[in-house]
T-cell receptor, first 109, second 116 residues
Framework: GQNIDQPTEMTATEGAIVQINCTYQTSGFNGLFWYQQHAGEAPTFLSY??LDGLEEKGRFSSFLSRSKGYSYLLLKELQMKDSASYLCAVLDSNYQLIWGAGTKLIIKP | GAVVSQHPSRVICKSGTSVKIECRSL??????MFWYRQFPKQSLMLMAT?????????EQGVEKDKFLINHASLTLSTLTVTSAHPEDSSFYIC????????????FGQGTRLTVV
């Protein structure tokens, strides 16, 4: 079966750094996405990785290791507005998105 | 960027009535549209995939006669929740895919359905 695992909840302090991990087992791989979702809103796109390595975009970076079936989202200089759920999703061989359950990130002052 | 507009954003309806949710791609042609349902504190659950001009493909456990999907044009797909019940109350989200950018999914704003 297809499976995406990520922690249910994480807590971090404003101004700090947090890493949200995602491991996956899917039928085929055409890329991995990270989305941010605030309560009651639709997901918004953060990053897309299809090759191994680190992609940096401002305060957010995403890393992928295809051989390990592993990705992480790194958030730096945390702000209160970063409190949200972060969803990991993998595009499988049929170009279908397989979603993780999301990680709720709580930022404390 | 590609914009997907979903309407309405919130709807309250009485049990037994039907509700239609629209999903429009505003500046691109969406060859494929996806409908998701999300319950509180859970991830997105794919309900169905629709391709323009053909019948939608429903995921296991999703009743096709209850959740009617129409994808009549390359810019519009609709989801109709028929004979709604309180357990259908959820957050419904559509996403659209462009033919030339298969690796991207563009999301609508979502619709919060409450059945009373």
């Amino acid at each position: 079966g297809q499976n995406i695992d990520q922690p249910t909840e994480m807590t971090a302090t404003e101004g700090a750094i947090v890493q949200i991990n995602c491991t996956y087992q899917t039928s085929g791989f055409n890329g991995l996405f990270w989305y941010q979702q605030h309560a009651g809103e639709a997901p918004t796109f953060l990053s897309y990785n299809v090759l191994d390595g680190l992609e940096e975009k401002g305060r957010f970076s995403s890393f992928l290791s295809r051989s390990k079936g592993y990705s992480y989202l790194l958030l730096k200089e945390l702000q209160m507005k970063d409190s949200a759920s972060y969803l990991c999703a993998v595009l499988d061989s049929n170009y279908q998105l397989i979603w993780g359950a999301g990680t709720k990130l709580i930022i404390k002052p | 960027g590609a914009v997907v507009s979903q309407h309405p954003s919130r709807v309250i309806c009485k049990s037994g009535t039907s509700v239609k949710i629209e999903c429009r791609s505003l500046d691109f042609q969406a060859t494929t549209m996806f409908w998701y349902r999300q319950f509180p504190k859970q991830s997105l659950m794919l309900m169905a995939t629709s391709n323009e001009g053909s019948k939608a493909t429903y995921e296991q456990g999703v009743e096709k006669d209850k959740f009617l999907i129409n994808h009549a044009s390359l810019t519009l797909s609709t989801l109709t929740v028929t004979s709604a019940h309180p357990e259908d109350s959820s957050f419904y989200i559509c996403s659209a895919r462009r033919a030339d950018r298969e690796t991207e999914a563009f999301f609508g704003q979502g619709t919060r359905l409450t059945v009373v």
